[in-house]
Nanobody, 126 residues
Framework: QVQLVESGGGSVQAGGSLRLSCVAS????????MAWFRQAPGEEREGVAA????????NLADSVKGRFTISQDNAKNTLYLQMNSLKPEDTAMYYC???????????????????WGQGTQVTVSS
């Protein structure tokens, strides 16, 4: 079975940085689309960034472009989200997810993703 485990969340002041990690097991990481989503209380889950590990391309939502970076370490089966210049609006539970195929983007609805991690909390204070 596929398992995803997130870590790296925490509480920081506005302008600070965090790096989230998602360790994957149970499948060949390089052949899957992987993505980061976030969800604040009472809000819908929204896509943040996605990466197709087999092709080496990625994309970012406009709200985080220029501040966040998505990357992979295939040797360690790990997906990262480097978050810089954090804002209070970034406060949310962050999840990693994966789906099969090369069609890969942050705009793809959550229902299209097959497996999810448990989430890691990010809190940004003003």
């Amino acid at each position: 079975q596929v398992q995803l485990v997130e870590s790296g969340g925490g509480s920081v002041q506005a302008g600070g940085s965090l790096r989230l990690s998602c360790v994957a097991s149970g499948y060949t990481y390089s052949t899957y689309c992987m993505a980061w989503f976030r969800q604040a209380p009472g809000e819908e889950r929204e896509g943040v960034a996605a990466a197709y590990t087999g092709g080496g391309f990625s994309n970012l939502a406009d709200s985080v472009k220029g501040r966040f970076t998505i990357s992979q370490d295939n040797a360690k089966n790990t997906l990262y989200l480097q978050m810089n210049s954090l804002k209070p609006e970034d406060t949310a539970m962050y999840y990693c997810a994966t789906k099969s195929g090369a069609y890969c983007g942050y705009w793809i609805p959550p229902a299209n993703y097959d497996y999810w991690g448990q989430g890691t909390q990010v809190t940004v204070s003003s």
